[in-house]
């Protein structure tokens, strides 16, 4: 289980930040829009509260595009490695979702789900046990203590 707070930064160092909750929910996204972000077969996310979320150093460049439901999202990289660290989407605005591998301590996370596995890569075996989502994971169970934060 992470470590709260945690904190994490891009890869040369400029860009940093902190988030001091507990995640909602921990998982792999398989979609091509991740797939192409992260330079690999998927990203590894967690979903935090946004007040939860500051930056601690330097300023990300934010890029903005719209996703295949017509959801804007905005992605928050640093300007000078290029390493993605944080993603908004204006669908749910009281959340953020945090790359785990710009995570100090990424090995705390316990992924226990996986997204758009129907575009995941024929090679990536998926752990048995977790959670499987063709599309769009549902995570109404997750946000129980909390529905509001699925909400625009």
């Not at 330079?39 to 946004?50: E, G, I, K």
């Not at 990424?106 to 075996?125: N, Q, Y």
């Not at 769009?136 to 529905?147: L, S, T, V």
Request: hydrophobic share 35%; net charge positive.
């Amino acid at each position: 289980m992470v470590e709260i707070p945690c904190e994490g930064g891009c890869s040369c160092g400029r860009v940093r930040y902190r988030c001091s909750a507990r995640p909602f929910v921990e998982y792999t996204c398989h979609c091509r829009a991740c797939q192409r972000v992260t330079s690999s077969a998927f990203a590894t996310c967690m979903q935090v509260p946004a007040e939860a979320l500051s930056w601690s150093s330097g300023t990300p460049r934010d890029w903005l595009r719209t996703a295949d439901s017509g959801n804007r999202i905005t992605t928050s990289a640093c300007a000078d490695c290029g390493s993605a660290l944080v993603v908004a989407n204006a669908a749910r605005p009281r959340l953020r979702t945090i790359y785990v591998g710009t995570l100090d301590r990424p090995k705390e996370v316990e992924v226990d789900a996986h997204i758009f596995v129907s575009r995941k890569l024929p090679w990536v075996v998926l752990p048995e046990g977790h959670r499987v989502f063709s599309e769009a994971g549902d995570w109404r169970g997750d946000y129980a203590h909390d529905p509001t934060r699925l909400e625009r």
